[in-house]
C-alpha cells in the first residue's frame, strides 16, 4: 500500500466547474499536510497547508480528517490557469528534527475551455 | 530575493558515469532536502540534510550521496549511473520552524 494515495487522473472540466481531490495517507502519525501544485516539467510549489479546521485560500478549500486520514482539495470555479498536477503531501518527522515529505502520485487537471 | 538554485538545469550521462548536482537553499535556511521525481510519479525522498550533518535517508541505494557546506549549499551525487536514475532531482530548502518547503527548479538527469 502506497503511503499516500491520490485520486487517480486525469480530471478534465470545463471552465468555472467546481472539482474536488482526494487523498488518504497511510502513517496515523503524520504531523503536517499540504497541496503542492506542479506544472509541466517544473517545481512543485505550495499551494496551501492543511488543516483540521479546514482552511480557504480563494477559490480553493482544503479540508484534513485525521481519524480518517483523508485529506481533500476542492477547486470552486475553475479557470484554465488551474490546469497542472496537484500533488498531495504528508510531512514526515522521522527522527529528531528530521522531517521528510511523502508525495501522492498526482492527479492531473486540466481546464477546458 | 534568491529562491532555491540548482545547477545544472540539464544534464546527460552515459551509464556507469557518476554525477554531481548542486544546490543553494534561500538564505537563511539550514535545511536541504534531496528528492528524485521519475517520469509519471511524485517525488521520492533522497536525503535530508540541517547544519551539515545527514537528518534523514529515503530508500535510495549506496549510491547515492551527499553533503552539506558551511553555506548551508549542497551537493548529491551519485554513482555507477544506471538508466533508471534519469529523472527530475529537485532540492527544497526549509527555516528551522516546521512549515512548507521551497523547491528550485530541479536539475533534470538523463542516463543514457
Known amino acids: 500500500r502506497k503511503e499516500v494515495e491520490q485520486d487517480p487522473g486525469p480530471f478534465n472540466v470545463p471552465e468555472g466547474a467546481t472539482v474536488a481531490f482526494n487523498c488518504t495517507y497511510s502513517n496515523s502519525a503524520s504531523q503536517s499536510f499540504f497541496w503542492y501544485r506542479q506544472d509541466c516539467r517544473k517545481e512543485p510549489k505550495l499551494l496551501m497547508s492543511?488543516?483540521?479546521s479546514g482552511n480557504e485560500d480563494g477559490r480553493f478549500t482544503a479540508q484534513l480528517n485525521r481519524a480518517s486520514q483523508y485529506i481533500s482539495l476542492l477547486i470552486r470555479d475553475s479557470k484554465l490557469s488551474d490546469s497542472a498536477t496537484y500533488l498531495c503531501?504528508?510531512?514526515?518527522?522521522?527522527?529528531?528534527?528530521?522531517?521528510?515529505?511523502?508525495f501522492g502520485s498526482g492527479t492531473q487537471l486540466t481546464v477546458l475551455p | 530575493d534568491a529562491g532555491v538554485t540548482q545547477s545544472p538545469t540539464h544534464l546527460i550521462k552515459t551509464r556507469g558515469q557518476h554525477v554531481t548536482l548542486r544546490c543553494s537553499p534561500i538564505?537563511?535556511?539550514?535545511?536541504v532536502s534531496w528528492y528524485q521525481q521519475v517520469l509519471g510519479q511524485g517525488p521520492q525522498f533522497i536525503f535530508q540534510?540541517?547544519?551539515?550533518?545527514?537528518?534523514g535517508r529515503g530508500n535510495f541505494p549506496d549510491r547515492f550521496s551527499a553533503r552539506q557546506f558551511p553555506n548551508y549549499s549542497s551537493e548529491l551525487n551519485v554513482n555507477a549511473l544506471l538508466l533508471g536514475d534519469s529523472a527530475l532531482y529537485l532540492c527544497?530548502?526549509?527555516?528551522?520552524?516546521?512549515?512548507?518547503?521551497?523547491f528550485g527548479s530541479g536539475t533534470r538527469l538523463t542516463v543514457v
Open positions: 492543511v488543516y483540521s
Open positions: 527544497a530548502s526549509s527555516p528551522d520552524r516546521p512549515g512548507g518547503y521551497t
Open positions: 503531501v504528508v510531512n514526515d518527522a522521522t527522527s529528531g528534527s528530521a522531517r521528510q515529505l511523502t
Open positions: 538564505s537563511g535556511h539550514k535545511s
Open positions: 540534510y540541517y547544519e551539515k550533518e545527514e537528518r
